[in-house]
């Protein structure tokens, strides 16, 4: 359901013999921080035609990319406050390119701009438009919105780095839950691999709520039976915090979370027989790749540096896919606030 560019040289362990110096070296990552966009202003979709329509105009012009309200800015500026006080400090930031997101991070990116003033300029001074972490959309015979194009998002946003390769892009036909857990894994397995091979030690990615708890769920490795389960929380501007488990752990009761992973991939490549594969080299699927799912949730949307507290908190409706799917179930679907 989705399209892959370039997923770079993924390390697999457990396919190449490595000592226990190298993994020390190749596996810089530590820290994973993970937080939601602001407060925002809403927008509607009729189910039917797959028309989307704006309460507030956005700045791009598109109808499912609205900005922060000014509680939703507050939050933003509260969050990047909290954020440059963080042990280990962020080092590269990634972001899903809708509005919200980038308008969301860019308090942070600012002040640390500021604080790198005279200095060897950070890649947290800039922020990395990653489509994998885009909007989860529901199934649906309609195409759904896409972000603006990179020259308006620079534009708008002077650190938005232009020269960055999006790893993949969600189908515009929307996804299943499925689908979902597949992207979500091969968008981050991707994010962690580059944050290795540039040897940064925490990482920022800001994104959705939807992405949010499956990203929980990923790195985690604990993928429940229903979807609809609570587990992993998504408040606007919470942050959630992921450490990397030692290998040791990590392999220790992955199967079934390498297989439903796997599962998901499988039926991905059944659909699309003739997209790219750029990890099969390894005879693996990306899904199966570590560290995907050996990581430890330390902080689960913690929002207890902002003012309001926990806001707007979402979970998962059904599949969420439209008529004309096969499914009824978005008739049923809360709206994504």
């Known amino acids: ?95 899903s390119p809708y509005y919200r997101c980038l308008q969301t991070i860019t308090p942070f990116v600012e002040l640390k701009r500021q604080q790198s003033e005279g200095k060897l300029e950070s890649a947290a001074t800039r922020i990395r438009p990653e489509y994998g972490l885009c909007e989860f959309f529901g199934a649906a015979p309609f195409d759904h919105p896409v972000p603006a194009s990179p020259e308006r998002l620079k534009a708008l946003f002077p650190a938005y780095d232009e020269n960055y390769v999006s790893t993949l892009t969600p189908s515009r036909r929307g996804e299943t839950i499925q689908d979902l857990y597949g992207r979500v894994a091969a968008a981050v ?41 609570e587990d992993f929380q998504a408040f606007t501007c919470g942050l959630s915090v992921y450490r990397r488990r030692s290998m040791q752990t990590s392999t220790a009761g992955s199967g079934r979370f390498a297989g439903q992973l796997t599962q998901a991939w499988q039926q991905q490549q059944q659909r699309n027989p003739d997209k790219h594969d750029t990890a099969g080299e390894s005879g693996s699927p990306i899904s199966e790749a570590q560290p995907v799912g050996a990581w430890q949730c330390e902080l689960d949307s913690d929002c207890s540096f902002l003012s309001s507290g926990e806001e707007r908190g979402w979970r998962f409706s059904g599949d969420e896919s439209f008529p004309g799917t096969g499914s009824l179930s978005q008739a049923e679907a809360g709206p994504k606030l």
């Open 1 to 95: 359901m989705f399209k892959f560019k370039d997923l770079g040289d993924c390390s697999v362990p457990g396919h190449h013999a490595h000592s226990e110096t190298d993994f020390r070296i190749i596996m810089s990552l530590e820290v994973i921080y993970v937080t939601r966009h602001g407060f925002r202003s809403g927008w509607s979709v009729d189910p039917l035609t797959g028309v989307y329509s704006a309460f507030i105009r956005s700045p791009t012009g598109i109808p499912a990319d609205p900005p922060l309200t000014s509680h939703g800015v507050s939050q933003a500026k509260e969050m990047g406050q909290h954020l440059m006080t963080l042990d280990p400090p962020i080092d590269v930031v990634y972001s």
């Open 189 to 229: 397995q991707a994010i962690i691999d580059q944050c290795d091979r540039e040897g940064k030690r925490a990482a920022l990615i800001c994104t959705h709520a939807a992405i949010i708890i499956a990203m929980g769920r990923v790195l985690s490795g604990n993928i429940p039976d229903s979807v609809e389960t």
